[in-house]
């Protein structure tokens, strides 16, 4: 073991046996888990104000808002947590499939800032950053199955220092599972729907087993066809949960496992040079898959030589298979100290697969590089496919602790976070065999024998991160948080195999080697006050940090560049990527009489985005099949300034009128370069974020009865770098109505809920996701998912 590795070691150690210990902040942001817990986890009772729709943090320096198990489950039971926050201000979430599951076509904008410059966690156990193909971590909806959510806070503009996170530039989504419930009991829920939708749930709770013990134990079951080619997506999860409460000591264990497989959607590209415009490219491209005989004739059709680059695949997935767990303490060594620890462990083995034909995207040049002079379609199995698979293993293991100090008026606590991971990347390709094609629902692997192996990399990181921080109670009605974190980040990558010369667009030699970055300041101040005991007023201003991507030849990842020199270059020249976040705003909740009542939030922001990373690619957006490396600069920062608006109306305890509506405006403050040429991106927007979004939710309910209207106004949004290209806005329904029906208590079945759920009421066709590739002139774009209908019965005992 090297000196460096064994300081690195040393200074974890030292820092997470006493000097700093990750926590939530002394003002925690968490409300109490919703539903029956045995103990809330990590929250103040008094935190937020309940309601049915909009939930606020009180005594929050931030914007935090809250949506709890019932009303995401509302939405569509089984959906993604993710998803399920779009309907809370500032939240842009898109996908091509009702339950937002599919994460390959994923768009998710939070004032500006994408899914990988947030942070996310489960009950505080890191998430990575959600990139598709993740290398650090894992998406919620792997980490949990949806009905055992008990709630979801996102900080919109900045998150606690203390939350586990590498990427966290504009906020964090923090999921929280529920607790086992107090009484012994079950849910058995069945879903139906369009498209052969079924989705099975079964959860069992122990009760109270005396001694402050209770579990639960749960299992998901889902498959549903594709909405627009005849694949299949789901699988299987499971989820179990322990906790012991004595009082003083209590501790909690977690375990879920998910094995679930995704097709994946084909965006339609747009290419103004090459005529293909808005309204002459298809709507959507569905794969040919599992008309094995038409593909093959398509390679010869008049069709396929007329798409250009919205020709159809065979097909394309995402296999994912997840292992995680944690075991987590919360000691009251005294009235005024309280220690909490949480020890995790994370494995993941995925691939991402691509069956599509051989003579598109550049890959004659690919494959010619590894056969030269050989008859590809011969080579490749004689079907003209050709499987391509970016295959993954992830194992990462870290330490969380929180040391918090009540002292007079003074809430101290001092924090630190330790992972060590360790990943891997194979890029494969695997003949397509015309008299034995593959499936969707099958994993190439070695035994296979792949026809090439393009790469293969290994990748270690350590990551260290502190924190402390003082909520300074000045008086009963005021409060000021003021703290800071620090943040280290050691990565090595290993390339076992290389791609050969001219195989990868753009790559000499993936690079080896090391890259250390360390922010030892990153601070934080804000105030509360209670204005009267209805109304609060808040402000905040804090400093974060997106430390470098280190996955393996694709992203924003020094470790994708495409020489040692280009890696050199960059470690010594190119900064991580930076914020400053500045919001404030106000709280309010108030009686109307008559039966009405209202509360609110009105928070105004402004954020400074410094050393923004852009990969200038070799390969236009159609070529991405090929990969290739990018040129990964900084060009410059964005401003971005905003405002959100959220009301709850409440007419009686069951009907309730809730609105959003959103401003924002995120605008390049630079141009850049890219060769030779200047990209003119001064004051143009950010592409992809919308500047306008409104969201509405009608419920009511009457006796037994309950139902939702959803509307939901997504604003313009620009497609390329220069706004030279727009998508239009558009507005959506969903809705929702049940009943919910006791049972005779001496059956078993103590109670019958039966939902019918439905989504994009008006059957809307609009473009979803938004990829952005070029700088002018051509993007992709994901279809819409089409109205579909769903029916759930679950019954409790």
């Known amino acids: ?28 942001d968490a409300a109490p888990a919703p539903g ?21 943090a009180r005594r929050s320096t931030r914007s935090v808002t809250q949506l709890d198990s019932t009303e995401i489950q509302k939405i569509l039971p089984g959906i993604n947590p993710l998803k399920a ?71 919109s503009g900045a998150g606690d220092l203390g939350t586990a996170s590498t990427s966290n530039l504009g906020g964090t989504i923090d999921t929280f599972s529920s607790d086992p419930k ?11 729907g369009s498209y052969s939708a079924l989705r099975t749930y079964v959860r069992l709770d122990s009760g109270d087993l005396g001694g402050g013990n209770a579990f639960y134990v749960s299992g998901v079951r889902q498959d549903a066809r594709a909405w627009d080619f005849n694949g299949h997506q789901g699988g299987y999860q499971a989820n179990g949960k322990f906790v012991h409460d004595s009082g003083s000591i209590k501790l909690t264990g977690y375990f879920a496992y998910s094995d679930k497989t995704e097709p994946n959607e084909d965006a339609t590209v747009v290419n103004i040079s090459k005529g293909e415009v808005p309204g002459s490219v298809p709507y959507t491209r569905p794969f040919l898959y599992p008309d094995f005989k038409t593909a093959v004739a398509y390679l010869t059709s008049a069709e396929y030589a007329a798409a250009k680059d919205n020709y159809r695949n065979y097909y394309s997935d995402a296999q994912r298979t997840d292992y995680l767990g944690y075991v987590a303490m919360t000691a009251k060594l005294s009235s005024a100290v309280t220690y909490d620890a949480k020890v995790y462990y994370h494995h993941d083995d995925g691939v991402g697969v691509v069956a599509g034909p051989i003579t598109v995207a550049g890959l004659p040049q690919l494959f010619s590089v590894y056969y030269p002079g050989q008859n590809l379609s011969t080579v490749f199995g004689g079907s003209g496919f050709a499987t391509r698979t970016t295959e993954y293993r992830i194992d990462r293991g870290g330490i969380i602790q929180t040391l918090k100090l009540s002292l007079g008026n003074h809430d101290i606590e001092f924090g630190g976070w330790f992972e060590r991971q360790s990943s891997s990347a194979f890029r494969r390709w695997y003949a397509l065999d015309v008299n034995n094609p593959s499936t969707p629902y099958q994993r190439p692997r070695d035994t ?11 990748v270690r990181v350590d990551q260290l991160q502190s924190h402390v921080q003082d909520a300074w109670h000045v008086l009963p009605t005021l409060t000021i948080l003021g703290g800071f974190k620090s943040t280290y980040q050691f990565a090595t990558q290993r390339i076992k195999v290389q791609p050969l010369l001219g195989s990868f667009a753009g790559t000499v030699a993936l690079p080896n080697g090391a890259l250390e970055t360390t922010k030892v300041f990153l601070p934080e101040v804000g105030a509360v006050w209670e204005v009267t005991p209805n109304d609060q007023l808040f402000v905040n201003a804090q400093k974060n940090i997106r430390q470098f991507q280190t996955s393996a030849a694709a992203g924003l990842s020094p470790f994708a560049l495409g020489s040692q020199g280009a890696f050199d270059l960059f470690s010594s020249t190119v900064q991580p990527e930076t914020s400053w976040t500045y919001e404030g705003g106000v709280r309010s909740h108030h009686q109307l009489g008559g039966g009405l009542s209202i ?13 923004r990373l852009l990969g200038i690619s070799p390969n236009p957006i159609v070529n991405s099949i090929t990969s290739g490396a990018a040129i990964i600069q900084n060009v410059g920062g964005v401003k971005t300034n905003g405002v959100d608006f959220a009301f709850t109306l409440h007419a009686g305890p069951r009907v309730s009128l809730y609105n959003a509506l959103s401003y924002n405006t995120s605008k390049y403050k630079a141009d850049y370069i890219s060769g030779t040429t200047t990209i003119p991106t ?66 078993v079945a103590k ?7 439905v989504t994009n009421i008006t059957d809307r066709k609009a473009a979803s996701s938004l990829s952005i590739g070029s700088a002018t002139n051509t993007y992709s774009v994901f279809p819409l998912a089409p109205r579909q209908v769903f029916g759930t019965v679950s019954i409790s005992f």
């Open 1 to 28: 073991m090297s000196f460096h590795t064994v300081s690195r070691v040393a200074l974890a150690l030292g820092l997470l046996a006493g000097l700093s210990n990750v926590a939530n902040a002394a003002t925690s």
């Open 36 to 56: 029956e817990p045995v103990a809330a986890p990590a929250a103040q009772p008094d935190d937020a104000a309940q309601t049915d729709i909009l939930v606020t």
């Open 85 to 155: 926050i779009q309907t809370l201000p500032g939240v842009t979430y898109l996908t091509a499939d009702p339950w937002g599951n599919n994460e390959q076509n994923i768009s998710l904008f939070i004032h500006g800032f994408n899914q990988q410059q947030l942070g996310y966690t489960l009950d505080g156990i890191p998430l990575g950053d959600q990139n598709y193909g993740n290398y650090n971590g894992l998406s919620p909806q792997r980490a949990i199955i949806s009905e055992n959510v008990g709630k979801v806070t996102l900080a």
């Open 182 to 192: 107090h009484s012994f009991g079950g849910t058995v829920a069945q879903t139906v």
């Open 448 to 458: 296979l024998n792949p026809l090439i192996t393009q790469y293969y990399s290994e």
């Open 599 to 611: 509360e609110g939030q009105l928070s105004v922001y402004h954020v400074d985005f410094s050393n």
């Open 682 to 747: 001064k004051d143009k927007n950010v592409p992809g974020s919308p500047d306008w979004l409104n969201k509405t939710v009608l419920s009511v309910g009457h006796g037994i009865f309950d139902g939702q209207l959803i509307g939901d106004y997504i604003g313009r949004r620009y497609a390329t770098y220069t706004n030279d290209l727009s998508v239009g806005g558009y507005f959506t329904l969903a809705g929702q109505i049940g009943a919910t029906i006791p049972l005779d208590q001496r059956m």
């Open 751 to 757: 109670a019958l809920h039966v939902s019918v759920n």
